[in-house]
Nanobody
Framework: QVQLVESGGGLVQAGGSLRLSCAAS????????MGWFRQAPGKEREFVAG????????YYADSVKGRFTISRDNAKNSMYLQMNSLNPEATAVYYC????????????????????WGRGTQVTVSS
């Protein structure tokens, strides 16, 4: 099991940027897939972005394509989410997740494919 700790959330005005970080307790290279999910008040948890190791590619929800960038630094046991052009709809708790099992790329947005989760970091975008 890997411990995941998110950081970097906060309050930002619409149009601004934030960079979220996820620190892992073990080598992120050991995680087949890592991802970001978010949950807004009264809504279900939704996929934001995922990245598969060893050149497996990065994948995004349609709502964030072109504005968010996911990356992982295996040397630092970390994953990041650069969020640009934020809008109030992005207000949510953002969770880092890691999956240890191989998966088909089309399943990267499935929460049940992830084994470990962080506690989340709040992102609030004001209009």
């Amino acid at each position: 099991q890997v411990q995941l700790v998110e950081s970097g959330g906060g309050l930002v005005q619409a149009g601004g940027s934030l960079r979220l970080s996820c620190a892992a307790s073990r080598r992120t290279f050991d995680s087949y897939v890592m991802g970001w999910f978010r949950q807004a008040p009264g809504k279900e948890r939704e996929f934001v972005a995922g990245i598969i190791r060893s050149g497996g590619g990065a994948y995004y929800a349609d709502s964030v394509k072109g504005r968010f960038t996911i990356s992982r630094d295996n040397a630092k046991n970390s994953m990041y989410l650069q969020m640009n052009s934020l809008n109030p709809e992005a207000t949510a708790v953002y969770y880092c997740a890691a999956g240890n099992r191989p998966l088909y790329y089309r399943d990267v947005d499935r929460p049940y494919k992830y084994d470990d989760w962080g506690r989340g970091t709040q992102v609030t975008v004001s209009s």
